[in-house]
C-alpha cells in the first residue's frame, strides 16, 4: 500500500505514524483515486490500525500483522469501487485480513505435513524389498484414513467393524 512519488508528482502527502517505528506514507490522491475522491484514502487512514492490530491478535507478530493488513488493504483497493458502496466497508477488510490468516495457516500446516513426511521417508532405511516394497510406496500415496483402514484391514485381518471402530467412521455397506 506504499506509494513512494517522485516529488513533482506529489499533490498531497499524508504520513500517520503506527505503533513501532514504522512511518507509512500514502501520497498523491490522484494516483490512489484517479477520479479525485479521496475516500479509499480517508478510509485506509481510519482503518489500517485496526486491521494491523487484529493481524497482531492473531499472529502475535506485529511483521505478519503489517503484512496481513497491507494484504487486506491491497485487496481492499482493488474492489473498491464495489466495496465502497458497502455498510460497513471495514467488515469486508476484516474479512479479507482473517481469510487469508487461515489460508496462510493451512498452507503451513501442509508444508509441515510434506516436510514431516519427507523426514520420515529419508530418516529410515526401508527394511523390505520386492512386492513389500511396492505395496508400502503405494500405502504412501494414500491419505492418512485410508492407509489406517487398508493396513488394518488386509495386513492385521481386523474384521470391518473393528476397521471402521478404530477409525471412527461407518462400516461399507
Given at each position: 500500500m506504499l506509494a513512494v512519488l517522485e516529488?513533482?508528482?506529489?499533490e498531497?502527502?499524508?504520513?500517520?505514524?503506527f505503533p513501532g517505528t514504522v512511518w507509512w506514507v500514502v501520497a498523491c490522491e490522484s494516483v490512489m483515486a484517479p477520479?479525485?475522491?479521496?475516500?479509499?484514502?480517508?478510509f485506509f487512514a481510519s482503518e489500517f490500525r485496526a486491521l494491523r492490530r487484529l493481524g497482531f491478535l492473531l499472529?502475535?507478530?506485529?511483521?505478519?500483522?503489517?503484512?496481513?493488513?497491507?494484504?487486506?488493504?491491497?485487496?481492499?483497493?482493488?474492489?473498491?469501487?464495489?466495496?465502497?458502496?458497502?455498510q460497513q466497508p471495514a467488515a469486508f477488510a476484516r474479512k479479507v485480513l482473517l481469510n487469508r490468516h487461515r489460508s496462510l495457516l493451512r498452507r503451513a500446516v501442509v508444508e509441515a505435513r510434506h516436510a514431516l513426511r519427507a523426514e520420515r521417508n529419508e530418516a529410515q532405511?526401508?527394511?523390505?524389498?520386492?512386492?513389500?516394497?511396492?505395496?508400502?510406496?503405494?500405502?504412501?500415496q494414500l491419505p492418512t484414513r485410508q492407509c489406517h483402514a487398508i493396513?488394518?484391514?488386509?495386513?492385521?485381518?481386523?474384521?470391518?467393524?473393528?476397521?471402521?471402530?478404530?477409525?471412527?467412521?461407518r462400516r461399507a455397506r
Open positions: 516529488s513533482a508528482r506529489l498531497r502527502l499524508r504520513a500517520w505514524r477520479d479525485g475522491n479521496d475516500e479509499f484514502l480517508t499472529t502475535g507478530d506485529w511483521g505478519e500483522a503489517e503484512e496481513l493488513a497491507q494484504e487486506a488493504m491491497v485487496r481492499t483497493f482493488a474492489a473498491w469501487e464495489q466495496v465502497r458502496h458497502y532405511p526401508l527394511p523390505f524389498s520386492g512386492e513389500e516394497l511396492v505395496l508400502w510406496q503405494a500405502l504412501r493396513v488394518l484391514r488386509f495386513c492385521l485381518d481386523l474384521p470391518e467393524a473393528e476397521v471402521a471402530a478404530s477409525s471412527a467412521c
